[in-house]
C-alpha cells in the first residue's frame, strides 16, 4: 500500500525555520519524482516545489525560490523541504505527494500526482 507521512511543522515566528519531512512507503523513492504542496484556509491548493526521482532536478514555485530548499535521501527513503526565512503568507498545510514517473514536467499541476500525504501544519506568527 502506497503511503506517504509528513512531519515537521509547527509554530514559528517569522524569519524562523522549519525542515519538513516525507517518509514514503509501498514504493521505491528514486522511481518516483516527489512534489509539495500547500493549502491556506480559503484558498486552493498550491505547488512549491518538485524534486525529481533522481534528485538532480529542484524546482521552486517563485514565491518560495531563494527561501525553501527540497531535497531527497533515497537511502534513508525520505525528502526534505527546508523552509528559512518564513513569512506569515506561509501558513498553511503542507503536503508531500507522489507523482506519475521520475520528472517534474507539470509539476504544480495536482492531477499529475497520484498518491497524497495527509499534510502537516506550518504556522508563522508572532
Known amino acids: 500500500q502506497v503511503q506517504l507521512v509528513e512531519s515537521g511543522g509547527g509554530l514559528v515566528q517569522p524569519g524562523g525555520s522549519l525542515r519538513l519531512s516525507c517518509v514514503p512507503s509501498?514504493?521505491?523513492?528514486?522511481?518516483?519524482?516527489i512534489g509539495w504542496f500547500r493549502q491556506a484556509p480559503g484558498k486552493d491548493r498550491e505547488g512549491v516545489s518538485c524534486?525529481?526521482?533522481?534528485?538532480?532536478?529542484?524546482h521552486y514555485a517563485d514565491s518560495v525560490k531563494g527561501r525553501f530548499t527540497i531535497s531527497r535521501d533515497n537511502a534513508k527513503n525520505t525528502v526534505y523541504l527546508q523552509m528559512d526565512s518564513l513569512k506569515p503568507e506561509d501558513t498553511a498545510i503542507y503536503y508531500c505527494?507522489?507523482?506519475?514517473?521520475?520528472?517534474?514536467?507539470?509539476?504544480?499541476?495536482?492531477?499529475?500526482?497520484?498518491?497524497w500525504g495527509q499534510g502537516t501544519q506550518v504556522t508563522v506568527s508572532s
Open positions: 505527494a507522489r507523482k506519475i514517473g521520475r520528472a517534474c514536467s507539470d509539476r504544480y499541476y495536482p492531477g499529475t500526482y497520484t498518491n
Open positions: 524534486i525529481s526521482g533522481s534528485g538532480g532536478s529542484t
Open positions: 509501498g514504493f521505491t523513492l528514486d522511481y518516483y519524482a
